[in-house]
């Protein structure tokens, strides 16, 4: 595969959002340069990327709440799908979280995207019995 995975810095902000959008990850109700910029910002939360060369190929989100690891903007660069970026990468947001002492990981799949659903099974994930509620603090 030759890809290589390493933390984000500021200076991948453009490139990490261009993939999300890219990858179909974002919504207009979210806005990813807060995101991206919060997430570096934050001890308990970090950016991983993949790059092939100098080639940004895949991102994952990844944070501890003190309770659970959570994982968010997992991306592969669409010319690269079913190559083993998505793995490596959650792989490694695994690792990240058990350094911090996390004990367990969620993530949310919008109920009508079968593929990510799919992925995450292949890789040992189960569907959890949960309902997630939300409210905006804005």
């Known amino acids: 595969m030759g890809v290589r995975i390493e933390s984000a810095s500021a200076t991948d902000r453009e490139a990490a959002i261009a993939l999300w959008l890219a990858a179909g990850l974002t ?7 807060n995101d991206f910029d919060l997430a570096l910002s934050n001890p308990t939360s ?12 895949g991102s994952v989100m990844a944070g501890f709440d003190g309770h ?9 660069d669409p010319n690269r799908l079913k190559s083993g970026v998505g793995r490596a990468l959650m792989t490694s947001a695994e690792g990240w979280l058990r350094k911090l002492g996390c004990p367990r990981i969620r993530l949310m799949v919008r109920n009508d995207n079968l593929a990510a659903k799919g992925f995450y099974e292949a890789i040992g994930y189960d569907s959890q019995d949960a309902i997630i ?3 905006t603090l804005d």
């Open 27 to 33: 919504r207009p109700w979210n806005d990813p340069g």
């Open 46 to 57: 970090t950016i991983l990327l993949a790059r092939d060369g100098d080639k940004l190929v």
């Open 68 to 76: 659970r690891g959570w994982v968010y903007y997992l991306a592969t």
């Open 133 to 135: 509620l939300g409210r």
